[in-house]
């Protein structure tokens, strides 16, 4: 975290905290904390992904506090995050383990396991509801209630909730870009300065923890032109993940600790000049968030060529994604720069004043 401070008269200070209190308090109506953790799920899901730490309930916390700013809240979360201690390492999960809500592939119409739209909003039409506008709770339970009937009413599901993957399908013909495996210690880049160039446990790290607008902006222009990828999505997938850690007292045990929500995807790039087989990029955020998912495949993909273009940059990409800093860069030019800015002027003055003098001579 680089530019986060900010200084200023103490008095202006405190009032400007007690007028921040008054905004956020405004109408006297308290937000209970589960409405925003239940009711702003996506906003949630993002904001735990960019802090790197998976807490529905403090990110709910977190945008309650900050009048649902998303740096904010980022922020503060990042913030908790650095005084909690590490207990654990959990065993590695595998994304061919998750228990699916979503699964589709744009390559294949048919994929083992079946397709599965599950909640998205890709096929609703973009029109205000505002029937919204005056929810009343004897509906909402009377709906959930109408649902839950009709969902046990319903004939059992004939699909799995787990899957293989699908580009398994490829990889076995030998049609993938063989990648050779890395098994050496994974860079924590919440422990460690990213170093340059990075490996890719650093550079996944970086990407999904990145703003999700920044990634999805890069990933954007490499589609249109300023790179060479254009994915289709191999697969992208929806669910939970259980978490193990290695029981202390007796080796080779496992505790569950709990489950954790994450979209991943893996993206078919095309061919690599000089290379065989198909590329692929690969994506994995926290939470429901598709977007960033498949831009973090395009970006992981565009690390990976020699290209004279900003997404094959990693400097470039992986200094400028992170919010924080990003944000607080930014914030900073508020601060006091008398002394510099009245250096400019005076110099300025100086340089107006010779120009003058030697007109005049």
Request: proline share 4%; with cysteine; hydrophobic share 35%.
């Amino acid at each position: 975290m680089g530019y986060v401070a900010v200084t200023g008269g103490q008095e202006a200070i405190d009032a400007s905290i007690e007028l921040l209190k008054e905004y956020r308090s405004v109408g006297d109506m308290p937000v209970e904390i589960g409405v925003i953790r239940d009711r702003m799920g996506l906003l949630i899901d993002r904001i735990m992904s960019e802090a790197g730490f998976y807490a529905p309930d403090y990110a709910a916390l977190a945008l309650k506090q900050c009048e649902g700013s998303p740096e904010e809240a980022v922020f503060l979360l990042r913030a908790y995050r650095s005084t909690l201690s590490r207990n654990y390492t959990s065993r590695t999960v595998r994304g061919e383990e998750m228990h699916i809500r979503r699964r589709i592939s744009s390559a294949f119409k048919d994929i083992p396991g079946g397709q599965i739209l599950g909640p998205t909003y890709d096929y609703v039409h973009r029109l205000l509801n505002f029937n919204l506008a005056d929810e009343a709770e004897a509906e909402l339970k009377a709906w959930c209630k109408e649902f839950e009937e009709k969902t046990q009413k319903a004939e059992p599901a004939a699909l799995s909730d787990q899957a293989p993957r699908v580009l398994d399908l490829l990889r076995e013909e030998g049609l993938l870009e063989e990648v050779e495996e890395d098994h050496t210690e994974p860079c924590d880049v919440t422990m460690e300065n990213l170093p340059l160039p990075a490996p890719r446990s650093a550079i996944l790290q970086t990407l999904t923890r990145a703003d999700t607008g920044f990634v999805s902006g890069l990933a954007y222009s490499d589609i249109r032109g300023f790179g060479m990828s254009h994915p289709t999505i191999g697969e992208l997938r929806y669910g939970s993940l259980e978490i193990i850690v290695d029981y202390p007292l007796e080796e080779g045990e496992g505790w569950y600790v709990g489950d954790i929500f994450i979209t991943e995807v893996e993206g078919l790039m095309g061919t690599r000049p000089g290379k065989e087989g198909i590329g692929v990029g690969y994506g994995c955020v926290i939470g429901r968030n598709d977007t960033k998912a498949i831009a973090m495949s395009v970006l992981d993909r565009a690390l990976t060529l020699d290209l004279d273009s900003p997404t094959s940059d990693m400097e470039f990409v992986l200094l400028h994604g992170d919010c924080l800093e990003m944000n607080g860069f930014i914030s900073h030019l508020k601060l006091p720069h008398y002394v510099t800015f009245q250096s400019k002027l005076d110099g300025l003055r100086n340089r107006k004043r010779s120009l003058e003098d030697g007109k005049n001579d």
